[in-house]
């Protein structure tokens, strides 16, 4: 059965929420109802033309959200769960929908079974909660040695071979259902969860909601081994992360074109045809697009990329006007806390791609084909049954003319509104991008 999932006709936008809210680093305990905050943002979400968000860590944790101490509990620094239910009544009464971040890999010290493991050792019920030699020891000095994800002890790895450790997170996961109706969850570093506890999950959130998504971080690798009927609707594509801004910063789009081709092209044996992944230009885990791009009038061109290749386009809180970090001065300068949204040019354009792309069944479920392609220039084609675009970007600071068989005299901008005539080449002004729908 195939249900026609909301994700794949979405928009999302990304929220640290930590960052977003100005909460200390360190857990202090004490309960602030900062969370409250993204209620005065719902505006501005919608006027860019959002319509699903994906909250990193909500969830009581050490310091940053990733090392978490209670499942089923909002992190005091943010507020209360009637806090947070709330704050997820309002996106939804909004026409939004909630993506939360499931950190299923690991925990944090603070997690309440792992302390208990630490003070009774062989005694502790929970044990085999964690992959633990009571003879090790670790730079922490507990006495004992534990796996920590990719070395780092603060973030205790769970043993999700264990029963009851799956039993702990899907119960967790029912009751973050129930309690917030959220829509879906983000897997963080789901390249390191056991398969096994993936399909057990999906066969869970299924059975609670059939239209419930699944999005899983992804950074290199064949992306099928996690994202196909039993596992996960879809992934992060790291691969075209990179593609997109090295394309500007090297005036060479042959980079991401290959990478297009390589994923979504007309060939056979083409990698993911058919599905959709979480395309973005930045994240809170990478520097801000408008610091990594040489030239700034390539700012809503990689948007507009973005938003036209296969996939399901998020936005950064913060990026949508060109704020910038970078990721040497440290993660909290890339999560910073806005007092409140801007909206410029480059937001006003997005809210435009956004439009064009909810409403387009082309870009949401369009085949790829690559139709110009030059250093400066690409133009390629979204095609379904009923509905052709072509998305056309000129990179360079002069005008292009670019001439090819377009299959029909004339097409209108989705983003402009414009009408386009093929007759006679077709010009593209300097440091623009248009997404022509063809007329039939």
Same mark, same amino acid.
């Given at each position: 059965m195939v249900i026609n999932m909301w994700a794949y006709e979405s928009v999302f936008y990304q929220i640290y929420p930590l960052g977003f809210c100005g909460a200390p680093f360190e857990n202090d305990?004490?309960?602030e109802h900062r969370i409250r905050?993204? &209620?005065?943002?719902?505006? %501005?979400m919608k006027k860019l033309g959002i319509n699903a968000i994906y909250f990193s860590p909500v969830f009581e944790s050490d310091t940053h959200g990733y090392n978490t101490r209670d499942y089923r509990k909002i992190d005091s620094r943010l507020g209360t769960n009637e806090d947070f239910k709330e704050v997820c009544e309002q996106l939804h009464e909004n026409g939004i929908r909630v993506v939360l971040d499931g950190v299923f890999n690991h925990v944090g010290r603070g997690f309440s079974q792992f302390q208990?493991?630490?003070? @009774?050792?062989? +005694?502790?019920?929970?044990? +085999? #909660?964690? %992959?633990?030699?009571?003879?090790?020891?670790? @730079?922490? +000095?507990?006495?004992? #040695?534990?796996?920590?994800? &990719?070395?780092?002890?603060d973030l205790?790895?769970? @043993?999700?071979?264990? &029963?009851?450790?799956?039993?702990?997170?899907l119960d967790s996961v029912g009751f973050w259902i129930d309690e917030f109706k959220i829509d879906g969850?983000?897997?963080?570093?789901?390249?390191?969860?056991?398969?096994?506890?993936? /399909? /057990?999950?999906r066969a869970f959130t299924d059975s609670r909601k059939e239209d419930f998504f699944l999005v899983g971080e992804m950074l290199h690798g064949d992306y099928n081994q996690m994202m196909n009927e039993q596992m996960l609707h879809s992934v992060t594509n790291y691969e075209c992360y990179k593609g997109l801004h090295s394309s500007f910063n090297s005036m060479n789009m042959f980079e991401i074109n290959h990478s297009l081709m390589r994923q979504f092209g007309p060939e056979n044996?083409?990698?993911?045809?058919?599905? %959709?992944?979480?395309?973005?230009?930045?994240? %809170?885990?990478v520097s801000r697009i408008a610091s990594v791009l040489g030239n700034?009038?390539?700012?809503?061109?990689?948007?507009?990329?973005?938003?036209?290749?296969?996939?399901?386009?998020?936005v950064y809180y913060g990026s949508e006007w060109g704020a910038k970090a970078n990721k040497s001065e440290g993660d909290p300068a890339l999560r910073a806390c806005f007092e409140e949204p801007e909206f410029n040019d480059l937001s006003e354009f997005i809210s435009k791609l956004?439009?064009?792309?909810?409403?387009?069944?082309?870009? +949401?479920?369009? @085949?790829? /084909?690559?139709?110009?392609?030059?250093?400066?220039?690409?133009?390629? &084609? /979204?095609?379904?049954?009923?509905?052709?675009?072509l998305v056309a970007i000129n990179a360079d600071a002069e005008s292009y003319t670019a001439h090819f068989d377009a299959g029909c005299g004339t097409a209108v901008d989705l983003i402009t509104g414009e009408v386009h005539d093929f007759g006679g080449g077709s010009e593209l002004a300097p440091y623009s991008a248009a997404f022509w729908k063809m007329e039939k």
């Open positions: 305990g004490v309960v905050k993204v &209620e005065d943002w719902i505006p %501005h208990d493991v630490v003070r @009774n050792r062989e +005694n502790s019920p929970y044990l +085999n #909660w964690f %992959h633990i030699n009571l003879g090790g020891n670790s @730079n922490y +000095n507990d006495g004992l #040695w534990y796996e920590g994800w &990719e070395g780092n002890y205790v790895k769970l @043993n999700l071979r264990n &029963e009851e450790v799956v039993s702990h997170i969850l983000r897997l963080d570093v789901a390249y390191c969860l056991d398969h096994d506890f993936v /399909r /057990r999950l044996w083409t990698l993911y045809k058919g599905k %959709h992944l979480l395309c973005f230009v930045d994240n %809170h885990d700034e009038k390539h700012l809503p061109l990689i948007y507009a990329l973005c938003f036209g290749m296969p996939g399901i386009p998020c956004a439009k064009a792309k909810k409403d387009s069944e082309a870009l +949401n479920y369009g @085949n790829f /084909r690559s139709v110009v392609l030059t250093n400066k220039q690409c133009i390629f &084609e /979204r095609k379904t049954d009923k509905e052709r675009v």
